[in-house]
């Protein structure tokens, strides 16, 4: 695989083209997490008041973040990718030109993780008007950093998916029998150590699981050793979900 710097082209085209939809996405982007954010930071946390010491919404803010941002990286991945390459036969064009298919993809999924900083970005502008602050302005900077690796991450694994989807319909698949259980056995809402064993165990398999612990551990500023094994997975998975996903996608598009 070869990339260059035309990278760079693709991420900025689509930059263009998004500032026609800018204030729909926003709005977009913060429907969702937003409801979570008041249905359970604030309903929910009003009966259970103080958890591990401090207001739930500490508790839940750096999940709803991170599950922001995967759900607008896969999503813009997914939905978007297919768009442009099935329906605006925008990747032909841009393979035609010196842009590669590598360059195209990988510029794709650079745009789709830059979707989900802003969506995880609005979401702690938020939560900060709420009152609900990181630990430090050093740790806004490493969740910033974590939001966009967490958006490669979920970018790419959406182009695997991508790369083998005849339709849309195909999406439901990945959207129910993955991102939905991740966002509800990932340690978002509440901890995993109540779970049962084989649960415990089934959700270090999702990659959410993982990103959310770092994203807690730096909201709150409560570091452990395990950190070092949530990032060994997400460094190892992103690695090689980048690789296949390009892999792959180059293959549906050069035939």
Same mark, same amino acid.
């Not at 926003?26 to 982007?29: C, G, P, T």
């Not at 790419?156 to 695997?160: D, E, F, G, H, T």
């Not at 109540?194 to 089934?202: D, E, I, R």
């Given at each position: 695989?070869?990339?260059?710097?035309?990278i760079?082209?693709?991420?900025?085209r689509?930059?263009?083209?998004y500032?026609?939809?800018?204030?729909?996405t926003?709005?977009?982007?913060l429907i969702?997490?937003?409801f979570?954010?008041v249905?359970?930071g604030?309903?929910?946390?009003?009966y259970?008041?103080?958890?591990?010491?401090?207001?739930y919404?500490y508790?839940?803010?750096?999940?709803?973040?991170?599950t922001?941002?995967m759900?607008t990286a896969?999503?813009?991945?997914?939905?978007?990718?297919?768009?442009?390459m099935?329906?605006?036969?925008?990747?032909?064009s841009?393979?035609?030109?010196?842009?590669? =298919?590598?360059?195209?993809?990988?510029?794709?999924?650079?745009?789709?993780a830059? +979707?989900g @900083? &802003?969506?995880?970005? !609005?979401?702690?502008i938020?939560?900060?008007?709420?009152?609900i602050?990181?630990?430090?302005p050093a740790?806004?900077?490493?969740?910033?950093l974590?939001?966009?690796?967490v958006?490669?991450?979920?970018g790419?694994?959406?182009?695997?998916v991508t790369?083998?989807?005849?339709n849309?319909?195909?999406?439901?698949?990945?959207?129910e029998?993955?991102?939905?259980?991740?966002?509800f056995?990932?340690?978002?809402f509440?901890p995993?150590d109540?779970?049962?064993?084989?649960?415990?165990?089934?959700s270090?398999?999702m990659?959410?699981?993982? =990103?959310?612990?770092?994203?807690?551990?730096?909201f709150?500023g409560?570091y452990? +050793?395990? @950190? &070092?094994f949530?990032? !060994?997975?997400?460094?190892?998975?992103?690695?090689?979900?980048?690789l296949?996903?390009?892999?792959l996608?180059?293959?549906?598009?050069?035939?």
């Open positions: 695989m070869t990339f260059s710097y035309r760079a082209y693709v991420f900025w689509n930059m263009i083209s500032k026609r939809f800018i204030l729909t926003f709005l977009a982007s969702q997490p937003l979570y954010l249905t359970f604030i309903g929910m946390g009003a259970i008041g103080y958890f591990g010491g401090k207001p919404l508790f839940l803010v750096p999940g709803v973040l991170t922001s941002v759900m896969s999503f813009e991945c997914m939905y978007g990718t297919f768009v442009k099935v329906h605006e036969k925008l990747y032909d841009l393979i035609a030109t010196p842009v590669s =298919a590598e360059d195209a993809i990988a510029g794709d999924v650079a745009w789709g830059f +979707r @900083l &802003v969506s995880g970005s !609005l979401m702690m938020v939560a900060i008007f709420m009152g602050l990181p630990v430090s740790s806004v900077l490493l969740l910033v974590l939001m966009v690796i958006g490669v991450l979920f790419s694994l959406a182009m695997v790369s083998f989807a005849p849309f319909d195909f999406f439901n698949y990945y959207s029998l993955v991102i939905t259980p991740m966002l056995f990932s340690g978002v509440f995993l109540k779970f049962p064993g084989w649960m415990k165990t089934l270090q398999f990659p959410l699981t993982h =990103a959310v612990a770092i994203a807690r551990a730096i709150n409560t452990t +050793r395990s @950190l &070092v949530n990032f !060994l997975v997400i460094f190892i998975l992103e690695t090689a979900a980048f296949i996903g390009v892999k996608m180059k293959k549906r598009l050069i035939k």
